[in-house]
């Protein structure tokens, strides 16, 4: 296949996203590990105490973090969602942890994580309860983040579930955002904001970008192809909104890394890490880290793929051109380069060929008088010295995306 296709690329490329949230964190996107996809709301520790959410399930996640290079890689946040608080508040009116599951408590946890040089990100929700029916900070917005930084929290998932009156989601998020700065305490707030309002009207993207470090837009991951795809389609579809906003201090979060775990075949894994890249997106891995295949551990902790989502440039790639059941990406990165991701989106047959014609492709013209093409993935490979007339041809499985750096020289 020959991209000999008219490329219709927006101007997305070229606004200067609005001012960001103003507390100096998530300058690149936030990396760590969150609990949900993989260990959701099992509170079984009876019968289940390996994977139930409990202190040791976090301090496990923490002790391989820095023994098996993830630390290193630069997976920071240990992250607990929902399903941790006991059903009632104190007397106090504050919320706890539930007893049972985590005895010493948060402020513990969060040292313990503390002493392993990482850092401990919490869950709440907008509304009365959270989304799996613990106490909300509906009307507690100022206790609630006072509890999270007295117990030395770093990161805040804050839910989007069973607010009354959704005109004003917006305004809790916000009470939250102002009452979590209050604390004095650097504390990254992740929201779930548009994807809620997004069911009523399209959000204004604007206020969240000066409210949140990063937001969910999207539905939940699931540990399925269907559900990869449809993150990525639905993202390409929206990019003229959500793309100009991303940048340094506020990314568009389109859920976590289910890489490691069971529903994606070798192939989609890179999909996603590659397209996880492209988009800027957070790198919260949620699998079991203490038992994880080596093939996934080294794709998760590739250290080209990582630094392309870490760009300092922050700005997020977007799809520039869909045919013939492939997908093209790219994402302008720092040093005037190029990250480029070929999708093959055909999942009959084998390997396709895709040639990239770099004449007809205006954001290669970094390519004039001459570049250096790298392929990342699916291997390492110098593909060489290139030009305007060159065509750049790569291999890609079904499902699968290869992977390209464009530089100039
Ligand atoms: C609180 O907001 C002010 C003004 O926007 C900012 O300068 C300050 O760094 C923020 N503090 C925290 C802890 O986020
Ligand atoms: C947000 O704060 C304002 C000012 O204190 C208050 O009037 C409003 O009710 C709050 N909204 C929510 C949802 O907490
Ligand atoms: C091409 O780029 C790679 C890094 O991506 C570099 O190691 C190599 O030396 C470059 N080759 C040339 C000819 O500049």
Redesign the pocket.
Known sequence: MRASIIVVIGLVCLLVPAAALDNGLALTPTMGWLHWERFMCNTDCDADPQNCIREELFMQMADVMVKEGWKDAGYEFVCIDDCWPSQQRDAQGRLQADPKRFPSGIKKLADYVHSKGLKLGIYAD?GTKTCAGYPGS??Y?DIDAKTFADWGVDLLKFDGCF?PDWH??G??Y???S?ALNQTGRSIVYSCEWPLYEWQHQQPDYEAIRKTCNHWRNYGDVYDQWTSVKSILDWTAEKQKIVVPVAGPGGWNDPDMLIIGNFGLSRDQQQTQMALWAIMAAPLLMSNDLRDICPKAKELLQNKQIIAINQDPLGKQGYRILKADSFELWERPLSGNRLAVAVMNRQEIGGPRRFTISVAIMPSWKLCNPKCNVTQIMPTYKEMGVQNLLSEVVVQVNPTGTTLLTVNPL
């Open positions: 907008v509906l009307g917005y607010m004003q989601l305004e809790g916000i009470n939250m102002s």
